[in-house]
């Protein structure tokens, strides 16, 4: 069964640096999404993504995140300087076009230091 | 308050036993969603009921929705060690496919064996 992947599984990064996370979507999935889960905290949305540009985003994601879709199969989130707060789950997801379900990574834990 | 709450925030059951998990949630929306999430994991879809629906099953899985109380139950029959998990509820908005979902807290399911 197709699943969503991303890598790392964890990153250690010192505050003020610059990390990328990557997911692979689910290959005929159009529309993409970011969330993010701070340790005990509920899940909360990042960014959905949709034909190469940003279709909704949140407060949260402010000019220190970007998104991309550098090829075909991957969608990453960059973020530029780190700050301690950024620790969290970050957990990738995506969907069909005309669809509400929406599947999720594994996701990938970020520890800023 | 917050879109999408659950309780009780943690239940403990025999195996065996039924649980039951309730999610209120206050504006609009178009479906509602469970997930699960095994520890640290990542986010595993369950089951999704639309606003016109009041009721759906999946294998020990039925979930009910009130749209006048703005609230869902799910339940778990029969339930086994292996269901050990947060259950998290989310709502997508009225406009429908590939928007955003909002999450509640959660509620941490142990199941004894």
């Known amino acids: 069964e197709p699943e969503v992947t991303q890598t790392p599984s964890h990153q250690v990064t010192q505050m003020g640096q610059e990390v990328i996370l990557r997911c692979v979507p689910i290959?005929?999935?159009?529309?993409f999404y970011w969330y993010r889960q701070i340790l005990g905290q509920k899940v909360e949305f990042l960014v959905s993504f949709y034909n190469n540009e940003i279709s909704e985003k949140s407060e949260i994601f402010d000019d220190q995140f970007s998104v991309e879709r550098p090829d075909g199969s991957n969608f990453t989130l960059k973020i530029r300087s780190t700050k301690l707060e950024d620790s969290a789950m970050y957990f990738c997801?995506?969907?069909?076009?005309?669809?509400?379900?929406?599947?999720f990574g594994p996701g990938t834990r970020l520890l800023v230091l | 308050s917050q879109q999408g709450e659950e309780d009780p925030q943690a239940l403990s059951i025999q195996e065996g036993e039924n649980a039951t998990m309730n999610c209120s949630y206050k504006?609009?929306?178009?479906?509602l969603q469970w997930y699960r999430q095994n520890s640290g994991r990542g986010l595993v879809h369950l089951i999704l009921?639309?606003?016109?629906?009041r009721e759906k099953h999946s294998g020990r899985l039925r979930v009910t929705l009130d749209t006048s109380k703005k609230s869902s139950s799910l339940l778990i029959t029969a339930s086994r060690a292996a269901d050990t998990a947060s259950y998290f509820c989310a709502t997508g908005p009225p406009n429908g496919a590939n928007s955003k979902l909002t999450f509640g807290k959660g509620i941490t399911l142990s199941v004894r064996p």
């Open positions: 290959s005929n999935h159009l529309y």
């Open positions: 009921i639309r606003s016109n629906e």
């Open positions: 504006t609009s929306i178009n479906n």
């Open positions: 997801a995506s969907s069909e076009a005309g669809a509400e379900t929406q599947y």
